[in-house]
């Protein structure tokens, strides 16, 4: 089975999308594991990432979106077809990765996100969809070796059925007060929905993602998460922090023709933090 794993924070903003795309491409090229991306946001920032918009839209409009799937959960239609949504062997580098594969969200999980949301029992766990996706995956999950879980900025039914099939989760954060503010709920939140359905989700880490080294505030925050996980407070803290790039974030356009990951992420500091965040990655996982 693969080590799955939900990446997760209740603000926007922090890197969260941008880190679980760099993970997967890392993993598929330099590491030539067999990689699974599971877009479970509603803005899709993961699925224009790896597919170019026209190619999303037009699986959305045939159903082979996550969207399909949750519908299907309120209606008990039975539209979504694992094996023709996910969407194979793609990105921009060199026309697209082997063994990286894609799982595509939809705008309109938005929609539908509420209705399921009424049929779910939060407190026990017991009524609604919530292992919805681990049965509709779980032929296809051993093909994999990483599954990575780009998950919706809130603690929801979408995010729980992400939850119910992972081993471990990651917190991206931001070093400011309002990215750190949202690490206690998710804590709290994740470890109920363990213990009440029987799983045991590592909180893997957290990563320093967007620093600004130049400024007291990051640098200030950056020691106190660090001083709360000796406190034993908070997850450890990765030791790779990812500082602000104009160049990071310019890799998310999935129409530039790159054919490395030097390429794509540039070289020396983006690419080589990167790399180290992904080598950081493997090494805690086995643990």
């Not at 929609?111 to 939060?122: E, I, N, S, W």
């Not at 908070?234 to 790779?240: A, N």
């Not at 990951?261 to 500091?269: A, D, E, I, N």
Request: proline share 6%.
């Amino acid at each position: 089975m693969p080590t799955v794993t939900s990446i997760i924070n209740l603000k926007g903003g922090v890197g969260k999308t941008t880190l679980t795309i760099a993970l997967a491409h890392f993993l598929a090229i330099e590491h030539h594991k067999r990689v699974l991306v599971i877009d479970l946001d509603p803005q899709t920032n993961a699925t224009v990432c790896l597919i170019p918009e026209n190619e999303w839209k037009q699986r959305d409009e045939t159903g082979r979106t996550l969207y399909q799937f949750f519908a299907d959960q309120v209606k008990g239609t039975r539209r979504f077809n694992v094996d023709e949504a996910i969407v194979r062997d793609v990105s921009n580098i060199g026309g697209g990765v082997r063994g990286l594969d894609l799982l595509p969200s939809s705008l309109r999980l938005i929609k539908v996100q509420d209705r399921v949301t009424q049929l779910t029992d939060f407190e026990n766990y017991e009524r609604g969809p919530i292992f919805a996706m681990r049965d509709a995956l779980g032929e296809f999950l051993p093909y994999y070796d990483h599954v990575l879980i780009d998950c919706p900025p809130s603690l929801g039914i979408i995010t729980l059925n992400g939850l119910a099939i992972s081993d471990s989760y990651l917190i991206p954060v931001v070093p400011d007060l309002l990215s750190v503010l949202g690490i206690p709920p998710i804590l709290d939140r994740v470890d109920h929905f363990g213990m009440a359905t029987r799983r045991n989700i590592r909180a893997l880490g957290i990563i320093i993602s967007k620093m600004r080294a130049q400024t007291l505030l990051h640098n200030e925050m950056q020691r106190r998460l660090r001083e709360d996980f000796v406190d034993r407070r908070f997850p450890p803290v990765f030791q790779t922090i990812i500082p602000e790039s104009t160049r990071i974030a310019e890799a998310a356009n999935v129409l530039a023709p790159v054919h490395t990951l030097q390429q794509k992420y540039g070289t020396g500091g983006p690419y080589e933090d990167l790399s180290e965040l992904t080598r950081e990655y493997l090494a805690n996982v086995a643990r």
